[in-house]
């Protein structure tokens, strides 16, 4: 059984002998001396252990759930330093908490909604409530009272007495409602200035238990007011009332805490709609565009960590900058130790009580697997910068060869050329063997031309790809119908001459480029069989591109199309 049914059962039987109590000797009774006094006992207590109830249930709100059963209880125990009680125990435990409900409702109210007292001085005011109603106006008064020296023979002991003073007890009374006074005033102050200078979320949210329980506290302070004078609580025709209105308050108090536990029971429902709505056909914008217009922020963005945690990342695995910019705020979602994301947005947006907890419980599994989804296309990502990396750096490793080649090897047997045709002419017979050797040495250096231009073509550097493919054309049965004379990225132009270059080594191909949407296209069209190109079809996939090929009637049109975005910015001479 959930520990708040059990105390939820605890509160029901403490009002039960509290009106037993009460009726023992109902002339010390405010409830039953106040004109509709019962009904305002038991509907106040009743309505704060119901409120208890349905707000403990969310696992957010415990220790406030805790709270409101606590302030239950001690609503009901200044009915118990009723003389006519046979229970000695039933009687000091009266006397001694008998105004302590301000203290635990003021501490409730301190630390809503999370249950806990986030800054000193509210941790101030609600030890100073404990201590004033229960130090010194319950324990402090009662240790110099004996009712029986006072004239009632037949009332219970009172366990807290150490000594027969009225004087002194009704002096440290007087103290406790000056104390209590000012204790009043300076809660309902704070209080006051806090639900002010909260966001605009916040008060939606808390608004209304806040000025419930601002109107509880007011209700007390006017009570403590006007005992001033006598130096002890009274309890008049006038006391009566003001303790009517508390009780009435209370129960409105109570009321609104279950509001806002239904609103927020409609609001995961709302938003776990939304979540199964999208179903499997979500697309990384649809799930950001349901918790934006859930929350009212179109212009909400959802980060992801992703390795270390360093780099945070949308759906779609495009880098997000944290901490966001001035304006915005960054609020942190997270299941127990795990980072699920991280919500940019307006300020305040999620500063009402349950506000994440909602957000979780209706979007939790969504969200971690739109994390997962986007931590995998991060890593796909890394791992495509990595290989176009890979291609960058053996392109520049064959143009470093064919720089070395042109300016070693290829000078040097151009030197030994230049010598033997020195050597020949200067020879007074014929040498054929020097014949020979300037004709291997013009060969080879011819081989090593056409080896160094086939590594990486000096004019695709310098004057780009349309240049370098008619330059290519000159040389094989190479047609270039359209290539626009724009520069591209060292990568991209590279791979689209390898690819040229490939498929018309030994067979008539004609070649077209266009650059549209973001994307160069090259159209290669050949007769005859096309070769292998396993190494530059996989060289495109890195680049993320794609390499595609149909044949038709003799001819097969190969299509490379590689994005713009992914192999540099497009630039122009």
């Given at each position: 059984?959930?520990?708040?049914?059990?105390?939820?059962?605890?509160?029901?039987?403490?009002?039960?002998?509290?009106?037993?109590?009460?009726?023992?000797?109902?002339?010390?009774?405010?409830?039953?001396?106040?004109?509709?006094?019962?009904?305002?006992?038991?509907?106040?207590?009743?309505?704060?252990?119901?409120?208890?109830?349905?707000?403990?249930?969310?696992?957010?709100?415990?220790?406030?759930?805790?709270?409101?059963?606590?302030?239950?209880?001690?609503?009901?125990?200044?009915?118990?330093?009723?003389?006519?009680?046979?229970?000695?125990?039933?009687?000091?435990?009266?006397?001694?908490?008998?105004?302590?409900?301000?203290?635990?409702?003021?501490?409730?109210?301190?630390?809503?909604?999370?249950?806990?007292?986030?800054?000193?001085?509210?941790?101030?005011?609600?030890?100073?409530?404990?201590?004033?109603?229960?130090?010194?106006?319950?324990?402090?008064?009662?240790?110099?009272?004996?009712?029986?020296?006072?004239?009632?023979?037949?009332?219970?002991?009172?366990?807290?007495?150490?000594?027969?003073?009225?004087?002194?007890?009704?002096?440290?009374?007087?103290?406790?409602?000056?104390?209590?006074?000012?204790?009043?005033?300076?809660?309902?102050?704070?209080?006051?200035?806090?639900?002010?200078?909260?966001?605009?979320?916040?008060?939606?949210?808390?608004?209304?238990?806040?000025?419930?329980?601002?109107?509880?506290?007011?209700?007390?302070?006017?009570?403590?007011?006007?005992?001033?004078?006598?130096?002890?609580?009274?309890?008049?025709?006038?006391?009566?009332?003001?303790?009517?209105?508390?009780?009435?308050?209370?129960?409105?108090?109570?009321?609104?805490?279950?509001?806002?536990?239904?609103?927020?029971?409609?609001?995961?429902?709302?938003?776990?709609?939304?979540?199964?709505?999208?179903?499997?056909?979500?697309?990384?914008?649809?799930?950001?565009?349901?918790?934006?217009?859930?929350?009212?922020?179109?212009?909400?963005?959802?980060?992801?960590?992703?390795?270390?945690?360093?780099?945070?990342?949308?759906?779609?695995?495009?880098?997000?900058?944290?901490?966001?910019?001035?304006?915005?705020?960054?609020?942190?979602?997270?299941?127990?130790?795990?980072?699920?994301?991280?919500?940019?947005?307006?300020?305040?947006?999620?500063?009402?009580?349950?506000?994440?907890?909602?957000?979780?419980?209706?979007?939790?599994?969504?969200?971690?697997?739109?994390?997962?989804?986007?931590?995998?296309?991060?890593?796909?990502?890394?791992?495509?910068?990595?290989?176009?990396?890979?291609?960058?750096?053996?392109?520049?490793?064959?143009?470093?060869?064919?720089?070395?080649?042109?300016?070693?090897?290829?000078?040097?047997?151009?030197?030994?050329?230049?010598?033997?045709?020195?050597?020949?002419?200067?020879?007074?017979?014929?040498?054929?063997?020097?014949?020979?050797?300037?004709?291997?040495?013009?060969?080879?250096?011819?081989?090593?031309?056409?080896?160094?231009?086939?590594?990486?073509?000096?004019?695709?550097?310098?004057?780009?790809?349309?240049?370098?493919?008619?330059?290519?054309?000159?040389?094989?049965?190479?047609?270039?119908?359209?290539?626009?004379?724009?520069?591209?990225?060292?990568?991209?132009?590279?791979?689209?001459y390898l690819v040229v270059a490939r498929m018309s080594e030994n067979r008539s191909t004609t070649v077209s480029v266009?650059?549209?949407?973001?994307?160069?296209?090259?159209?290669?069209?050949?007769?005859?069989?096309?070769?292998?190109?396993?190494?530059?079809?996989?060289?495109?996939?890195?680049?993320?591109g794609e390499l595609n090929s149909h044949t038709e009637q003799g001819e097969t049109r190969v299509t490379a199309r590689?994005?713009?975005?992914?192999?540099?910015?497009?630039?122009?001479?």
């Amino acid at each position: 059984m959930p520990i708040r049914l059990l105390l939820f059962g605890a509160g029901v039987a403490l009002s039960l002998v509290t009106v037993v109590i009460a009726r023992a000797e109902r002339g010390f009774s405010t409830a039953l001396t106040t004109s509709h006094g019962l009904t305002a006992l038991l509907g106040a207590g009743w309505a704060l252990l119901i409120g208890a109830l349905a707000f403990g249930r969310r696992t957010s709100a415990r220790r406030t759930g805790l709270l409101l059963f606590l302030a239950a209880y001690a609503w009901f125990l200044p009915e118990w330093d009723n003389p006519g009680t046979t229970s000695s125990v039933v009687f000091s435990l009266g006397l001694a908490l008998n105004a302590a409900c301000p203290a635990v409702v003021g501490h409730m109210a301190l630390a809503y909604p999370s249950g806990r007292l986030g800054s000193w001085p509210a941790r101030a005011l609600a030890v100073a409530g404990y201590a004033i109603t229960v130090g010194v106006q319950g324990v402090g008064a009662a240790a110099y009272f004996r009712p029986q020296t006072q004239g009632c023979s037949e009332c219970p002991r009172n366990w807290w007495a150490v000594a027969d003073a009225s004087a002194r007890a009704q002096s440290i009374a007087s103290v406790g409602v000056q104390a209590g006074t000012a204790w009043l005033l300076a809660l309902i102050l704070f209080l006051a200035f806090r639900l002010l200078t909260s966001s605009p979320a916040a008060r939606r949210s808390t608004g209304l238990p806040m000025l419930c329980a601002l109107g509880y506290f007011t209700a007390v302070a006017v009570s403590y007011i006007r005992s001033l004078n006598r130096g002890f609580l009274g309890s008049d025709a006038r006391d009566g009332q003001l303790w009517q209105v508390q009780a009435g308050v209370l129960a409105l108090l109570a009321a609104s805490l279950i509001v806002e536990v239904v609103r927020a029971g409609l609001r995961q429902r709302e938003l776990t709609r939304l979540v199964i709505d999208l179903g499997g056909t979500a697309t990384p914008s649809r799930l950001r565009e349901a918790i934006a217009g859930r929350l009212g922020d179109p212009d909400l963005q959802i980060a992801y960590p992703v390795g270390a945690g360093d780099l945070h990342v949308d759906a779609a695995a495009n880098p997000v900058a944290l901490p966001p910019p001035h304006g915005r705020t960054a609020t942190t979602i997270r299941r127990g130790d795990s980072h699920i994301a991280t919500l940019i947005h307006c300020p305040g947006l999620l500063d009402s009580p349950g506000a994440i907890e909602d957000l979780l419980s209706g979007a939790r599994m969504a969200l971690e697997h739109e994390r997962l989804h986007a931590e995998s296309l991060a890593q796909l990502a890394a791992l495509r910068a990595s290989g176009a990396r890979i291609v960058t750096a053996g392109d520049e490793e064959r143009r470093r060869l064919e720089r070395d080649l042109h300016d070693g090897a290829q000078q040097r047997l151009v030197s030994l050329a230049l010598g033997l045709r020195l050597l020949r002419m200067r020879a007074a017979t014929p040498a054929r063997r020097l014949d020979l050797a300037e004709a291997e040495l013009e060969q080879a250096v011819s081989e090593l031309r056409r080896l160094a231009r086939g590594l990486h073509p000096v004019l695709l550097k310098e004057a780009g790809l349309a240049v370098a493919l008619e330059a290519l054309g000159q040389t094989r049965d190479l047609r270039v119908e359209d290539v626009p004379r724009v520069r591209y990225s060292d990568v991209l132009e590279s791979t689209v001459y390898l690819v040229v270059a490939r498929m018309s080594e030994n067979r008539s191909t004609t070649v077209s480029v266009d650059s549209r949407d973001g994307q160069l296209t090259a159209y290669v069209t050949v007769k005859g069989e096309l070769p292998d190109l396993t190494d530059l079809a996989d060289r495109i996939t890195t680049l993320e591109g794609e390499l595609n090929s149909h044949t038709e009637q003799g001819e097969t049109r190969v299509t490379a199309r590689l994005p713009l975005r992914c192999t540099g910015q497009l630039r122009r001479d």
